[in-house]
């Protein structure tokens, strides 16, 4: 590739192979990118960048035999046969597999792709990573390909335009020659078939360059006349290039169009400075956008006196772009319309409350204080109540007890979800030592023997009412199913990945009902054996999903159970 840059400079090939070799590593998994030349037949390593390290490794042109950072066989095979390879597993393919750098190191997912100008071998592209694989696919290929085409592409018009900024001065010191010729025609004929004869040469040279060119390239004087064209010229309109020298845009183009680019090219010349501009071109095709690079041409006298311009067509990328903005439009509009429907649902949870609340407590109190005067009233008149009928009257009141408590929990689950959440530093160890505190208080009179271990907690960023909830809930959970254990041992602390845990070795469940776990008004255990509303843990999975964290729990029958729960982030130390 070095020979084919000719007078290109260092810096513009490293920066521009810095810039393959970055977005070769985002846009793909690679763990290793390497480029490679071919310098007369030889395989040189240019450069290697590694995942996560920022800076290219430049290797001097190490032959590729010298190097144990790759598979000869895949590099060979590419050289030969200027087809791409991609490996899904390296270890597994028979065709590579025998590879001492494969055998080796063990890497999964190669990808090698040839850098190829007129079908000759310019270099080779490897791609690797060790612990994936299928990694690379030929979408990936087919992106790579139109990655390294651009960069080919910035290379190219990077050097036809330091060469045709040569060689347009070349052009003026000849055309003032010339000149001074004409005023010495008769003494100096023979200096004269020189000087056109290099003149000549030069724009034979430069012709060449032109006709080799992918992009437009053309130079225009200060009427707006064609004075040199590129052969892609002719590709794209349906005109001759003998034809546009000495014409304007005027006599091919709509009049429109024609006006936008004289107006560009008249700033140039007003300005002599360089203008860098999208325009839209009509072709046999339709409508073109390309990027113009136009600069200001000056004669011997320092006059300008045309402008040389660069044009790249970006079509695919305008319209790549208009989808992407069709896209976010469209996305927008689906987020709008989602969170209408969250505030419209919002505003009905806020109605449910409510009919919670009074709707359906005050029928409750309604059949408490009937049941309790009824009784009263067959008290007053000493009317010996039978058993049957205490009965009726405790099953009343124990019934309309759990029906507030459920109309409680219930109101507290739809609250979960709409307040503000008050994020600060908390210190869950102090948490923790607060619910053990009510719970030891609340079973101080059944007198259970109770072991309570609490290892290392960390201070996170959260609500501390809600964490507080959590908490409670989770170690009243675990003292109530490890109630027949003597003694009951409830274990809180901490993991390495900061996941925290809370431990019981009381009756525990079938794992295979897990997924009901945290379902609201969902019970593992029937209410004969424990109590509750089946309302703590679908709550406290909400606090947590609020917290941008996650919870699961592991269980063993008659062993214990254990609720693991993670939040989103630490606490700033």
């Keep these: 590739m070095k020979p084919f840059l000719g007078s290109l400079s260092e810096t513009i090939f490293e920066g521009l192979l810095d810039k393959l070799m970055q977005i070769t590593l985002e846009t793909t998994e690679a763990q290793k990118v390497i480029f490679i030349i071919n310098e007369s037949g030889k395989l040189l390593i240019e450069a290697m960048k590694l995942g996560g390290n920022p800076e290219v490794t430049v290797e001097q042109s190490i032959p590729v035999e010298d190097s144990k950072h790759l598979p000869?066989?895949?590099?060979?095979?590419?050289?030969?046969?200027h087809q791409p390879v991609i490996l899904i597993d390296a270890t597994t393919e028979p065709t590579f597999a025998t590879d001492a750098y494969i055998q080796l190191h063990k890497p999964r997912s190669l990808l090698g792709t040839p850098i190829l100008n007129k079908g000759q071998l310019i270099g080779i592209l490897y791609l690797e990573n060790?612990?994936?694989?299928?990694?690379?696919?030929?979408?990936?290929?087919?992106?790579?390909?139109?990655?390294?085409?651009?960069?080919?592409?910035?290379?190219?018009?990077?050097?036809?335009?330091?060469?045709?900024?040569?060689?347009?001065?070349?052009?003026?010191?000849?055309?003032?020659?010339?000149?001074?010729?004409?005023?010495?025609?008769?003494?100096?004929?023979?200096?004269?078939?020189?000087?056109?004869?290099?003149?000549?040469?030069?724009?034979?040279?430069?012709?060449a360059i032109l006709n080799n060119s992918i992009t437009l390239i053309y130079i225009k004087d200060i009427k707006g006349q064609y004075l040199l064209v590129s052969r892609q010229f002719s590709a794209l309109f349906p005109i001759d290039i003998e034809d546009i020298l000495g014409k304007t845009d005027y006599d091919f183009l709509p009049h429109e169009i024609?006006?936008?680019?004289?107006?560009?090219?008249?700033?140039?010349?007003?300005?002599?400075?360089?203008?860098?501009?999208?325009?839209?071109?009509?072709?046999?095709?339709?409508l073109h956008t390309y990027?113009?690079?136009?600069?200001?041409?000056?004669?011997?006298?320092?006059?300008?006196?045309?402008?040389?311009?660069?044009?790249?067509?970006?079509?695919?990328?305008?319209?790549?772009?208009?989808?992407?903005?069709?896209?976010?439009?469209?996305?927008?509009?689906?987020?709008?319309?989602?969170?209408?429907?969250?505030?419209?649902?919002?505003?009905e949870l806020d109605s449910f409350s409510y009919s919670v609340s009074h709707d359906l407590r005050a029928p409750l109190r309604h059949i408490r204080g009937f049941a309790n005067a009824l009784k009263l009233q067959m008290e007053k008149h000493e009317v010996s109540a039978e058993s049957q009928?205490?009965?009726?009257?405790?099953?009343?009141?124990?019934?309309?007890?759990?029906?507030?408590?459920?109309?409680?929990?219930?109101?507290?689950?739809?609250?979960?979800?709409r307040g503000q959440l008050e994020k600060k530093p908390v210190n869950l160890a102090t948490l923790v030592e607060s619910a053990i505190a009510l719970i030891q208080y609340q079973t101080s009179e059944v007198n259970r023997s109770i072991i309570f271990e609490v290892g290392d907690l960390p201070i996170v960023m959260g609500d501390a009412a809600l964490l507080q909830q959590v908490l409670t809930n989770l170690i009243d959970n675990a003292v109530k199913f490890s109630r027949d254990r003597c003694p009951a041992r409830i274990a809180i602390g901490t993991l390495q990945d900061r996941t925290i845990f809370v431990r019981d070795n009381g009756v525990g469940f079938d794992m295979e009902y897990a997924d009901q776990l945290f379902g609201a008004f969902q019970r593992l255990h029937s209410e004969k054996e424990f109590e509750g509303t089946g309302i703590g843990l679908a709550t406290v999975q909400r606090i947590i999903h609020r917290h941008g964290g996650k919870i699961w729990a592991e269980s063993k029958l008659n062993v214990g159970t254990t609720f693991?729960?993670?939040?989103?982030?630490?606490?700033?130390?």
């Design 389 to 417: 009928v205490a009965h009726y009257f405790k099953m009343i009141e124990n019934s309309s007890q759990k029906m507030a408590h459920l109309i409680d929990g219930l109101l507290t689950l739809s609250r979960l979800g």
């Design 258 to 286: 024609a006006d936008i680019l004289r107006a560009n090219d008249k700033k140039v010349l007003t300005s002599g400075k360089a203008l860098k501009a999208e325009e839209v071109v009509l072709q046999n095709d339709g």
């Design 564 to 573: 693991y729960f993670k939040l989103d982030s630490p606490a700033k130390e």
């Design 72 to 81: 000869l066989s895949v590099i060979h095979y590419i050289a030969k046969t």
């Design 130 to 207: 060790s612990l994936t694989t299928g990694v690379f696919t030929p979408e990936c290929l087919k992106a790579l390909k139109l990655l390294i085409e651009q960069i080919f592409i910035s290379l190219e018009n990077a050097r036809l335009y330091k060469e045709l900024k040569a060689y347009s001065q070349e052009f003026h010191y000849k055309h003032k020659e010339i000149l001074d010729v004409n005023k010495r025609l008769e003494i100096e004929i023979a200096e004269r078939q020189q000087v056109e004869l290099a003149l000549r040469q030069s724009e034979e040279r430069l012709q």
């Design 291 to 347: 990027i113009s690079s136009k600069v200001p041409l000056y004669n011997a006298d320092g006059v300008v006196y045309a402008v040389c311009g660069i044009s790249t067509d970006i079509t695919d990328r305008k319209q790549i772009e208009a989808q992407i903005r069709q896209f976010n439009e469209t996305l927008e509009f689906q987020v709008a319309e989602r969170t209408a429907q969250l505030e419209a649902t919002n505003r």
